[in-house]
């Protein structure tokens, strides 16, 4: 399962509130939880490798997150959305160039070797920085890692780097592998990348390719009492109608990562024993947006693009393609990130006429046919929701007379097309925001990426301010700044349109009313599962 | 015997020729996809241009195809299928690890359609245009009508999901620790539907060929002269029109094999059984070359080797058959 | 007329032939009935069958037509069935009688080739045929055809072996014929009818292979077919079954009647054969 293929349908906490609230009084917070028992629940695809220092993708921290653990994770209440895992407190340096760790006393590694700071400075210079998918790009000016004592980790940096963008990174890019594994031998061939070694709860047990992982508890965890189950089995279903009936069927007890289809959630929800959680994806928004070649000459034209905005009809799209769950979109920031995101930015309500008038203003009437001109619409495959949303836009456009072809192709043919060779007009994409621009939705602006860079922008768009605004933001160090030149970022790709923005999601949980502690913070289905519980 | 090896010598000497055309067109076809292996891993991933570079060159996708082709057939000659680059193992190891389980499901299916099929073409055979004739070869057509992966998701609401009679999919109970008798019990009961659905589909061509065959029978001279004979019509049935009948139902079950293995790809899908056929949608999906290639490989070899056998079996059960005509 | 009467002797060859005239009355009327596009989206989503009679069959997850999109799909289905068919015939006849009347090392190699496309699954062939070109319906047929020739040219092949030292080919030869020419008009047209009595069998598979590729998400999705439908609906099999039961239900009946009827075509000319 990978971190698009992870598969399928969210919500936002916003739209779904409503189904949450029915849900959360059985999510148990009164009862003490209880001791022992597997637990088993689904997994839609299988990631080979299983570093997350490596690969940091939801697909993969699904699983590895509860073997390895981060510095520190996403929390709903805690000081800038953190709580501490391997890391007590860090502490940023006013010039940016450095920042201060303090590490947990205690840990230990599977193994039984102490977890100390050469751990986290070989993790951080030889693996995030170099090796790991998102590491190389925040990691970039990362000098070196100084460890006065066993428990303290200082990062130096070359160039002066945000300490907001070092601090949203970290429940995602910032696991510690143990040095004594990896210092041997090249690091991407090691037999731990399939058989993960961490401090985290569970310890990895076995993998057995097309049926399941197995991972068992951490008898030696740091957390006191914690984990409470004594297994996890993650079972490999690849059909997706699968899950539901596995629930159903009591053959496992929990599918994350809306494992069930969307459009079966309301029987499910009526199934006793059964309940539905929109909550625990927070801090996993994913972004429906229209992608856009502005080499098309049409395309390159605003009031085409505008005109395309003011086709597409949001709420149906968030009602009756994510059935509620899913909120509206405005922009490249979604609603529900707590430090960037304004509304302040122009919008395009949903408006044929509107649509239409634009479009002969731009100088493409309708011929004899009603149609003003063709285009090749790419719907990315990864998910339900893109290939329908795919269906509803070829409709959206043909009431404008725009005649949208769409091309199927499986997921590397896609990102073939797409991303380097540029054989698109339109395609659909979800991208994931990753709780920092710098490190998400710029990337679809910014000019001058290379071809082949999956997840940029290759429709060939280039703005000589927008990019200034990016540059700039990367190096701005005050917090309060560097926010609203971000503000900025919103209204900008909101006016000029590079991309359209259509819906915000994020995903749903199904479990038995026997799991305990589930969805307690923002990015919980990644997170390691020291506290769930087995009610028997 | 001399004949038989007869066959067995043409057989292996067709194969090669028949290997090597199958591998190098699989190549050439899986070389015009667009998108590679780094195209599909970097899906679950990202990656900036650097980090691509990195992994074409590790996976060895930055050479010529001429030579990525002339390196696979010289390590295929040394029998080294190579190494899969989305499971960073060797190829052998994990088409073995997913061999046995398509062949217990395809043998299991094959069984199932050849032995209900044939006997219940037998059971309608044996009175020609009857109603329950009409009734078994029209049902039976109506279930090869249906497309396998509905009639399977149709199999697990009912039979795992409603009546909870049966597991919803896998090969056995998952992290069971089950050893011997009982877990092959757990793996049979787990088998019970896929084998049903795979097998269901097929009945009807053994069903039809075998009624087919029968209605040929009945107007064959030795029959009628046994009927005249005055013996007992369950004798005739059974000794004279069913057993010249069933010779062409082995020659089917050959050719049927080829058959069973590419439909076995979306049976393993919805019953998630860890298989041949589901191993090859991930390679394809994974833009895995030489894994694909290995499955194709073997899949082939598989299916000679099946028809090989149908024909020793032919050449046994049959004497009329000569070596140069089972060999053509 | 009398060959009619030969073809509907029996029950089944009349249920075959019914459903297929109510198949190709579907395709037909579908343009004249449901004009314009079947995948607009033409009401609220997932509304049941019979609360509507504009739409009586209810709508799919996204509004469409679910009546509209089953007459359109008759469209795509045969169409998709029979160009698949008429493809793997043409390839089969012309390598089987190249092949047969050949003969040597042309036969060996043709042959080898035959039997290399028979050794791989045709299943598995189609499905890496298409999710490398892209699934549009072209590929998807050429990919059912790319599996499904084999058979036609081994009967074409076996015939014309048998035909080839008939008298009207040595005629031929006789009077100076070019071989090419010997081949393909005297040859192939006596030996097509055998091959012909498989086209039932090779429309069906071509419909329920599409249907497959349909469920692995490698359905063309500029067109409705039954199969796409089924494969959509599925998703919903609980919530909104007739969503797959009604598409399903249309492909069962198609392939029925195909085959069917093609029984009763080979049945009617075998009686024919035996007659004269």
């Not at chain 1, 070196?144 to 990174?169: C, H, M, S, W, Y």
């Not at chain 1, 699968?242 to 809306?258: D, K, N, R, T, Y």
């Not at chain 2, 899949?299 to 009329?320: C, E, G, H, K």
């Not at chain 3, 997932?46 to 069959?57: A, G």
Request: hydrophobic share 50%; glycine share 8%; charged share 20%.
């Amino acid at each position: 399962m990978s971190e698009l293929t992870i598969s399928r349908r969210g919500l936002l906490a916003g739209s779904a509130l409503l189904l949450a609230s029915t849900a959360l009084p059985a999510i148990g917070f009164a009862q003490t939880p209880k001791k022992g028992g597997r637990l088993v629940l689904a997994a839609d695809s299988e990631p080979r490798n299983l570093n997350p220092a490596i690969v940091a993708s939801n697909g993969v921290f699904f699983i590895s997150s509860k073997i390895v653990e981060t510095l520190a994770e996403a929390s709903f209440d805690g000081k800038d959305g953190l709580q501490p895992r391997l890391a007590l407190s860090w502490e940023g340096a006013a010039d940016g160039l450095s920042v201060t760790f303090k590490l947990r006393d205690g840990v230990k590694w599977h193994d039984g070797k102490p977890f100390t700071s050469a751990d986290v400075a070989f993790s951080a210079l030889q693996i995030w920085k170099p090796l790991q998918n998102l590491g190389r790009t925040v990691f970039k000016d990362l000098e070196a890692v100084d460890t006065p004592d066993e428990l303290t980790a200082v990062f130096t940096f070359a160039e002066p780097t945000p300490f907001q963008l070092i601090r949203n990174a970290l429940p995602a890019l910032s696991s510690v592998v143990p040095k004594h594994v990896y210092e041997n031998g090249k690091i991407e061939d090691n037999p731990a990348n399939n058989a993960p070694v961490g401090t985290g709860p569970f310890k990895f047990a076995e993998y057995k390719a097309g049926q399941y992982y197995r991972l068992t508890r951490n008898d030696a965890y740091w957390g006191k009492d914690e984990p409470y189950l004594d297994e996890i089995v993650y079972q490999v279903l690849p059909d997706r109608t699968s899950a539901a009936a596995a629930l159903e069927a009591e053959e496992i007890q929990l599918a994350a990562f809306s494992a069930v289809p969307l459009a079966d959630l309301d029987r499910i929800s009526k199934v006793p024993g059964l309940k539905v959680i929109t909550k625990g994806y927070e801090g996993l928004t994913y972004q429906l947006v229209v992608e856009i070649n502005h080499r098309r000459k049409e395309l390159a034209d605003l009031k085409v693009r505008q005109a395309i905005a003011h086709a597409i009809d949001k709420d149906f799209v968030v009602k009756t393609i994510f059935l509620g769950y899913a909120a509206t979109a405005t922009g490249p920031v979604p609603k529900n990130d707590p430090q960037f995101y304004t509304a302040d930015v122009p919008t395009y309500p949903f408006d044929v006429a509107k649509a239409n008038a634009l479009l002969d203003e731009a100088g493409y009437k309708r011929a004899d046919d009603g149609k003003r001109f063709a285009l090749k619409l790419l719907p990315a495959p990864y998910f339900n929701e893109t290939k329908q949303f795919g269906d509803y836009l070829r409709q959206a456009l043909a009431a404008i007379g725009i005649d949208a072809q769409i091309v199927n192709n499986d997921s590397a043919a896609h990102i073939k097309a797409v991303y380097t060779d540029h054989a698109f007009d339109l395609a659909v994409g979800p991208p994931v925001f990753r709780g920092d621009p710098a490190i998400s939705t710029t990337i679809l602006v910014q000019s001058g990426i290379p071809d082949g860079v999956p997840f940029s922008n290759q429709g060939g768009y280039k703005n000589a301010e927008l990019d200034a605004i990016i540059v700039k933001a990367s190096e701005t160090l005050d917090t309060a700044a560097r926010t609203e030149l971000y503000k900025e970022f919103q209204k900008n790709v909101a006016a000029d349109l590079p991309l359209i923005n259509v819906a915000e999601w994020s995903f749903i949980s199904v479990a038995r009313d026997t799991v305990g502690n589930i969805a307690n913070n923002p990015r919980w289905a990644v997170s390691n599962w020291a506290d769930t519980y087995l009610e028997s | 015997m001399t004949r038989a090896l007869t066959i067995l010598r043409r057989r292996l000497v067709g194969s090669v020729f028949v290997l090597l055309i199958v591998v190098i067109g699989s190549f050439l076809l899986l070389e015009a996809a667009p998108g590679d292996a780094v195209d599909a891993y970097i899906v679950s991933t990202g990656g900036d241009a650097g980090m691509i570079e990195l992994l074409r060159h590790r996976w060895g996708l930055d050479q010529s195809e001429l030579t990525r082709l002339a390196n696979y057939l010289w390590a295929l000659l040394h029998l080294d299928l190579g190494q899969s680059v989305t499971f960073s193992r060797p190829i052998r190891d994990v088409i073995l690890e997913r061999l046995p389980t398509t062949l217990i499901l395809m043998g299991s299916a094959t069984a199932l359609s050849f032995g209900l099929g044939s006997a219940l073409g037998i059971y309608a055979g044996a009175r020609p245009g009857s109603f329950r004739d009409r009734f078994l070869s029209i049902g039976s057509l109506a279930l090869y009508a249906v497309p396998g992966f509905w009639l399977g998701l149709v199999l697990i609401v009912v039979f795992a999901v409603d009546l909870r009679w049966l597991p919803i999919g896998g090969i056995e109970t998952i992290a069971s620790g089950k050893t011997g008798f009982s877990r092959a019990t757990d793996i049979a009961i787990h088998l019970v539907l896929p084998v049903s659905a795979l097998g269901f589909i097929y009945l009807a061509l053994y069903l039809r060929m075998m009624r087919a065959g029968m209605a040929e029978a009945w107007r064959q001279d030795f029959v009628l002269a046994a009927r005249a004979r005055g013996l007992p019509r369950r004798r005739v049935v059974l000794a004279h029109v069913a057993r010249n009948a069933l010779l062409p139902l082995v020659t089917m079950l050959g050719l049927q094999s080829a058959q069973m293995l590419g439909g076995s790809v979306v049976i393993e899908s919805v019953f998630a059984v860890p298989g041949l056929g589901r191993l090859a949608q991930e390679a394809v999906a994974g833009r895995d070359t030489p894994l694909l290639l290995g499955i194709i490989l073997i899949s082939a070899v598989l299916v000679i080797l099946i028809n090989l056998l149908v024909d020793l079996a032919y050449a046994v059960l049959d004497p009329r058959v000569g070596a140069g005509e089972a060999s053509a | 007329m009398k060959r009619l009467r030969r073809f509907l002797h029996t029950p089944e060859a009349i249920a075959g032939a019914f459903i297929l005239a109510l198949l190709l009355v579907m395709a037909l009327t579908a343009p004249l009935f449901f004009p314009g596009d079947p995948q607009a989206i033409a009401g609220p989503a997932l509304l049941p069958p019979f609360q509507d009679w504009s739409l009586p069959l209810g709508t799919d997850r996204l509004g469409r037509d679910v009546l509209a999109e089953l007459f359109h799909g008759a469209r795509t289905s045969l169409a998709v069935g029979l160009a698949a068919a008429a493809a793997a015939l043409l390839i089969g006849a012309v390598v089987g009688t190249l092949a047969g009347f050949a003969g040597g090392l042309v036969d060996e190699a043709l042959m080898r080739i035959t039997d290399a496309f028979q050794t791989v699954p045709s299943f598995l062939l189609a499905l890496a045929f298409v999710s490398i070109i892209g699934p549009s319906l072209g590929v998807v047929v050429a990919a059912i055809a790319l599996s499904a020739w084999t058979g036609p040219a081994r009967v074409a092949r076996a015939e014309v072996l048998s035909i080839r030292e008939r008298d009207c080919v040595a005629g031929a030869r006789v009077i100076g014929m070019h071989p090419l020419e010997i081949a393909f008009r005297e040859v192939l047209p006596n030996a097509l009818p055998p091959v012909l009595a498989l086209s039932s069998v090779i429309v069906a598979a071509a419909i329920l292979t599409e249907a497959a590729l349909s469920f692995l998400g490698l359905g063309d999705p500029n067109r409705v077919t039954w199969g796409g439908m089924i494969a959509e609906g599925r998703a919903v099999l609980r919530t909104a079954p007739l969503l797959s039961i009604v598409p399903g239900v249309a492909l069962m009946l198609t392939v029925l009647g195909v085959y069917l009827a093609g029984e009763g075509v080979v049945e009617s000319t075998a009686v024919r054969r035996s007659l004269s």
